[in-house]
């Protein structure tokens, strides 16, 4: 997993937490206390996952608490300040979420190591309001995904409505 995760992760707990609750969280999962991650740095699936799921237990919330804060952190914040450039002529939340897929296939073409989750969409309306979405990744973080897609929504003031259908699919239904 990129570095930028983990950057992201670090923002958000500092800024909600304390500086304290991050050096905890890096320790409980194995880093250095001081650890400072770069952007395109690769870090260890393993590792990378073991540090949200300990900076949950850290932090004292549930795993989901967790992936929300970053999806809404990650989309409102974060993502805006350090890729903007992904964000020019995106006048909604949908148009962004299909986007997503071409995103990280440049990202994955353009990093070394980098293997984001990929996306493929089906519209089962001719009014594109109900889109069903495959999330094709192995880290089985379909969850986050689902947070970031919340983050989306706040991002660009809309409500949408997410249905799990399993650990690989998701509905999404606009309202527009």
């Known amino acids: 997993m990129k570095g930028t995760i983990h950057k992201c992760l670090a923002a958000l707990v500092k800024e909600e937490y ?3 609750a991050w050096k905890k969280c890096l320790q409980s999962s194995g880093f ?3 650890r400072n991650f770069a952007l395109t740095e690769d870090i260890e699936e393993e590792n990378s996952i073991n540090l949200i799921v300990e900076s949950a237990k850290v932090l004292d919330i549930p795993l989901k608490k967790l992936f929300d804060q970053f999806g809404v952190y990650w989309c409102c914040t974060y993502a805006p300040k350090h890729y903007s450039f992904w964000y020019v002529g995106m006048k909604d939340a949908k148009a962004f979420i299909i986007k997503l ?3 990280h296939g440049l990202v994955g073409k353009h990093f070394n190591n980098a293997k ?3 996306f493929l969409y089906h519209w089962t309306d001719k009014n ?4 069903k979405v495959e999330y094709q990744s192995n880290r089985k973080l379909i969850d986050l995904y689902i947070s970031l897609v919340n983050g989306l929504a706040i991002y ?5 409505e997410i249905n799990k259908i399993s650990e690989h699919e998701v ?3 606009f309202d527009y």
């Open 101 to 103: 897929d071409e995103i």
């Open 18 to 20: 304390g500086e304290d």
């Open 171 to 173: 509905e999404l239904t």
């Open 128 to 131: 594109q309001k109900v889109l």
């Open 156 to 160: 660009f003031k809309e409500e949408i």
């Open 32 to 34: 250095e206390p001081e």
């Open 116 to 118: 984001p989750p990929r």
